[in-house]
């Protein structure tokens, strides 16, 4: 760890395995919320350039806190964009390819995906965590800013959602 102007930084090293470990699954996370993979990408990189200039290397739960970084950053990336005026009116007519679909087209979990996104954001975020990122539901409750006690109802009301959804869609939940 070093120290320049006060700040305490990671060593090179730390960060790079932390990125090879964990950008894949950031860059998931955030892409799941924004559903645009531009802007997963640029929340992505920023995630672990605040990781390069703040995180010191004694924090207990790295992977914690880089997905708490990464969800703030997109919560204040969403406040940007409710003041931003597109310049043009007429959405573009792109063929870029889906990546999050495509993964889960090929892991045949496209009804889980289009289920979760009949969800709340909070609820969804909570199972993206807990199912996606491997957090218990007290690191959940931290990253979220909830009690562990929200988090675990919270959890139990998107899982019973889904299935309903499921079920009334005649989607094969078994």
Request: proline share 2%.
């Given at each position: 760890m070093?120290a320049?102007?006060?700040?305490?930084?990671?060593?090179?090293?730390?960060?790079?395995?932390?990125?090879?470990?964990?950008?894949?699954?950031?860059?998931?996370y955030?892409y799941?919320?924004?559903q645009?993979?531009?802007?997963?990408?640029?929340?992505?990189q920023?995630?672990?350039?605040?990781?390069?200039?703040?995180?010191?290397?004694?924090?207990?739960?790295?992977?914690a806190?880089?997905?708490?970084?990464?969800?703030?950053?997109?919560?204040?990336?969403?406040?940007?964009e409710k003041?931003h005026?597109p310049?043009?009116?007429?959405?573009?007519?792109?063929?870029?390819p889906?990546?999050?679909?495509q993964?889960?087209?090929?892991?045949?979990?496209?009804?889980?995906?289009?289920a979760?996104?009949?969800?709340?954001?909070?609820?969804r975020?909570?199972?993206?965590?807990?199912?996606?990122?491997?957090f218990s539901?007290?690191?959940?409750?931290?990253i979220?800013r909830l009690?562990?006690?929200?988090?675990?109802?919270?959890?139990?009301?998107a899982?019973?959602?889904l299935?309903?959804?499921l079920?009334a869609?005649?989607?094969d939940?078994?």
């Amino acid at each position: 760890m070093t120290a320049e102007k006060g700040v305490c930084t990671i060593d090179r090293e730390l960060l790079n395995q932390l990125y090879f470990k964990y950008s894949k699954e950031i860059y998931r996370y955030l892409y799941a919320m924004c559903q645009n993979q531009a802007v997963a990408q640029d929340l992505t990189q920023d995630t672990f350039l605040k990781a390069l200039l703040s995180l010191s290397e004694s924090h207990g739960n790295m992977k914690a806190w880089l997905y708490l970084v990464a969800r703030n950053l997109y919560l204040n990336h969403q406040k940007k964009e409710k003041f931003h005026v597109p310049l043009d009116e007429h959405p573009q007519n792109t063929q870029a390819p889906n990546m999050l679909c495509q993964v889960i087209q090929e892991e045949n979990n496209a009804q889980l995906f289009h289920a979760m996104n009949q969800l709340s954001r909070q609820k969804r975020e909570i199972l993206q965590l807990q199912y996606f990122g491997g957090f218990s539901q007290k690191e959940i409750a931290a990253i979220l800013r909830l009690t562990p006690g929200n988090v675990r109802v919270l959890a139990l009301r998107a899982k019973r959602e889904l299935k309903q959804y499921l079920e009334a869609n005649d989607y094969d939940i078994s």
